[in-house]
């Protein structure tokens, strides 16, 4: 199934893979299905060779396909059920949350674990949470037949369950890099943490390619579009960080950088207070 069949390059509402012979169906109507430890290695390698073969054949999935743009993933929320939740095969997602004009985002990936968005236990702050597909994305719906269906095999009911938990932590992390004060140090260390797991080692440091704007970089940082534009300069002057948003280039390390933007901070300071120091009075 070629990605336009599939609808991947259709933004909007999710969508049923159409099957190729049957072009006048509904896209409801026609599910494609997945091995699951086909699509997902890490959960393969839970098991030896022998009962990784008996688990495959019942670790099978319906798949959504949709294309990048806004997306509601209610529908998709609730045909899982009472099941495990929707399984990240391919593609980058991120969840806006707004509270108070002020949108924060996160970042989602292949082998996420997503749970719907539960409602809010402070009534009086008004909060709306939208999904935004960034990369054309393959989403696995591991409803409650699912789950039954991989109940003989524990295995993936903890690996999923495991990986459930590591978003609370990602999020953790990324609460705390927004927490410093330097606009300039927050984007380093969130490039550097995003390239943990996005990057691409090459000689002269680490190659970053996700479809990321300005915009984007701001939600994720706590920051406004023109200050994240400004910043991204002032490291590229720096020689720290150099493309463009959706292909950085992070050079030498996380540590080299961090100490770098430390003594650009201490000269400037330096500088600020050589400037506002009152002349000396001449005695005569």
């Known amino acids: 199934m070629s990605a ?37 290695g890490e959960l393969a390698d839970e098991f030896d060779v022998r009962t990784r073969i008996a688990a495959r054949q019942l670790a099978t999935a319906r798949v959504l396909q949709v294309g990048a743009g806004e997306c509601d993933l209610g529908p998709a929320f609730a045909a899982t059920g009472e099941g495990l939740g929707l399984l990240i095969l391919e593609g980058l997602l991120a969840l806006e949350t707004s509270v108070g004009g002020r949108t924060a985002a996160e970042l989602v990936g292949p082998g996420d674990l997503l749970q719907p968005p539960g409602p809010g236990p402070d009534q009086l702050l008004s909060r709306t949470c939208g999904w935004r597909v960034l990369a054309p994305a393959r989403i696995a719906l591991l409803d409650r037949e699912f789950a039954d269906r991989v109940r ?11 990986r459930a938990c590591r978003r609370p932590v990602e999020l953790d992390v990324l609460r705390a890099i927004t927490s410093q004060p330097r606009l300039e140090v927050r984007l380093v260390m969130l490039l550097w943490h995003l390239a943990t797991r996005w990057g691409r080692v090459e000689p002269t440091g680490v190659r970053l390619t996700l479809p990321l704007t300005h915009r984007m970089l701001g939600q994720l940082v706590a920051a406004e579009r023109p200050s994240i534009s400004h910043a991204l300069k002032r490291l590229a002057k720096a020689g720290l960080v150099t493309g463009t948003a959706d292909d950085l280039h992070l050079h030498v390390s996380l540590d080299f950088e961090l100490e770098a933007l430390a003594d650009r901070a201490a000269v400037l300071r330096s500088r600020t207070v050589s400037h506002s120091r009152p002349p000396r009075r001449q005695i005569v």
């Open 4 to 40: 336009e069949e599939g609808g991947l390059r259709r933004p909007g509402p999710l969508r049923w893979p159409r099957h190729q012979d049957l072009a006048g169906a509904k896209p409801e109507s026609i599910a494609l299905y997945t091995y699951l430890l086909d699509a997902d």
């Open 152 to 162: 003989p095999f524990p295995q993936i009911v903890g690996a999923l369950l495991r």
